[in-house]
């Protein structure tokens, strides 16, 4: 499949960028939440109009009342998030999410909202200090008909605002994924504001009982779908990278048009010329990346985990390269809450982390590799 986007995907991508432009921009959606401290980061408003523009379906099926489109028309949504730094629920609530329940009971209950940007969804994976799937710790006990959730987690995106949370746990018969509801007895939900400004939060699980009906697929089997998920937010955390990265370099490269200095823009020494060549090349190739794990993905192809590991790994670099020479090349004012440089490079950080840094998705590669 060639490395380019079809007519019907350009045309996706030229909606989406004037709607996050205009209805997602920075000054009335990044820095008005922060502004007034908004205890979910993202605006209920803008999330509703998302499902009015049919983003909120893209991944879910037709039969579901969906678009029934795949992971590049998902990522053409992202980038352009990434590119105006537009706070929502998207990446955790219709890509991550929608993907780890299609095909299940949950499929039902949630997705109207989700289609109605009524919803809000988040994944609950992580227990440490960075992205480690495999060492899962928390646990869920059979109890009567349902089970018992003891435990904590931490970097929960939107945790603090989701209506369900996707929770995985050991059960005796392996590997478990729970849909579990805000108001669940026993749950404790700290917020934590992050360092983007979004908002995350830390989950503590006292013994919360669930029904049966909370299991996500089979007892025991919620590995094919925690993959499934991770996949999908993986991708589409990558595409967002490439859309942040590609908007810091365009403003740098303004600035390096504008800004005179010993009576030339500095953007004629050749000096930063090259740096800016070096960074433009550095973001095609972590598109190209992207786009090809997007591809193999839809397709459903066995070498769809080491590009998407790739691929995060690739996006996740260009981008901090990006952010790092747009913070330089900018000098003093770089540095400034006022210019938003800066949040370009806050958000970036936390996109690195979430799903696993560049180095995890390296070493993911390397297993893969059998290096």
Same mark, same amino acid.
């Given at each position: 499949?060639?490395?380019?986007?079809?007519?019907?995907q350009v045309m996706l991508r030229d909606t989406a960028r004037g709607f996050m432009a205009d209805e997602g921009a920075i000054a009335t959606q990044l820095r008005h939440w922060r502004a007034i401290n908004c205890k979910d980061g993202f605006g209920h408003g803008l999330w509703r109009k998302f499902a009015e523009m049919g983003f909120t379906g893209i991944l879910i099926d037709e039969a579901d009342g969906g678009l029934g489109l795949g992971h590049v028309e998902a990522g053409i949504v992202l980038e352009e998030i990434g590119r105006n730094l537009?706070?929502?629920?998207?990446?955790?609530?219709?890509? $991550?999410?929608?993907?780890?329940?299609?095909?299940?009971a949950h499929a039902a209950r949630w997705f109207p909202g989700i289609?109605?940007? !009524?919803?809000?969804?988040?994944?609950?994976?992580? !227990?440490?200090?960075? /992205?480690?799937?495999?060492?899962?710790?928390?646990?869920?006990?059979?109890s009567g008909n349902g089970f018992v959730l003891s435990g904590?987690?931490?970097?929960?995106?939107?945790? @603090?605002?989701?209506?369900?949370?996707?929770?995985?746990?050991?059960?005796?018969?392996?590997?478990? =994924? *729970?849909?579990? &509801?805000?108001?669940?007895?026993?749950?404790? +939900?700290?917020?934590v504001r992050m360092v983007d400004s979004s908002i995350g939060a830390?989950?503590?699980?006292?013994r919360v009982e669930v029904d049966a009906d909370a299991v996500v697929g089979e007892v025991g089997g919620g590995a094919i779908m925690l993959d499934r998920a991770l996949a999908a937010g993986r991708t589409g955390a990558a595409a967002e990278l490439v859309g942040l990265g590609s908007a810091a370099m365009e403003m740098t490269?303004?600035?390096?048009? #504008?800004?005179? #200095?010993?009576?030339?823009? +500095?953007?004629?020494?050749? @000096?930063?010329? *090259?740096?800016? @060549?070096?960074?433009?090349? !550095? =973001?095609?190739?972590?598109?190209? $990346?992207?786009?090809?794990?997007?591809q193999l993905l839809d397709e459903g192809a066995e070498a769809a985990p080491?590009?998407?590991a790739a691929a995060k790994?690739? $996006?996740?670099?260009?981008?901090?390269?990006?952010?790092?020479?747009?913070? #330089?090349? /900018?000098?003093?004012?770089?540095?400034?809450?006022? /210019?938003? +440089?800066?949040?370009?490079?806050?958000?970036?950080?936390?996109?690195? &982390?979430?799903?696993?840094?560049?180095?995890? /998705?390296?070493? #993911?590669?390397?297993?893969m590799r059998g290096y």
């Open positions: 499949m060639p490395l380019y986007l079809t007519d019907d537009t706070p929502s629920p998207f990446l955790m609530t219709a890509v $991550a999410f929608v993907e780890a329940v299609k095909g299940t289609l109605a940007g !009524e919803t809000v969804a988040a994944l609950a994976v992580d !227990e440490g200090a960075k /992205h480690r799937p495999d060492d899962i710790a928390m646990r869920a006990d059979r904590a987690k931490q970097f929960v995106v939107q945790g @603090a605002s989701a209506d369900v949370i996707l929770v995985a746990a050991q059960a005796e018969e392996g590997l478990t =994924l *729970f849909a579990v &509801e805000r108001e669940a007895k026993g749950l404790e +939900i700290e917020g830390r989950l503590a699980f006292d490269v303004d600035y390096l048009k #504008q800004r005179r #200095q010993f009576g030339r823009a +500095i953007g004629e020494f050749q @000096a930063l010329q *090259f740096r800016a @060549a070096h960074l433009y090349s !550095e =973001l095609e190739i972590a598109r190209s $990346a992207v786009l090809k794990a997007q080491a590009m998407i790994a690739k $996006a996740g670099r260009a981008s901090a390269l990006a952010v790092r020479e747009g913070i #330089q090349m /900018h000098g003093g004012i770089g540095m400034t809450d006022e /210019h938003d +440089i800066g949040l370009y490079m806050k958000r970036d950080r936390l996109l690195n &982390e979430l799903f696993g840094d560049p180095n995890f /998705h390296a070493d #993911q590669l390397a297993r």
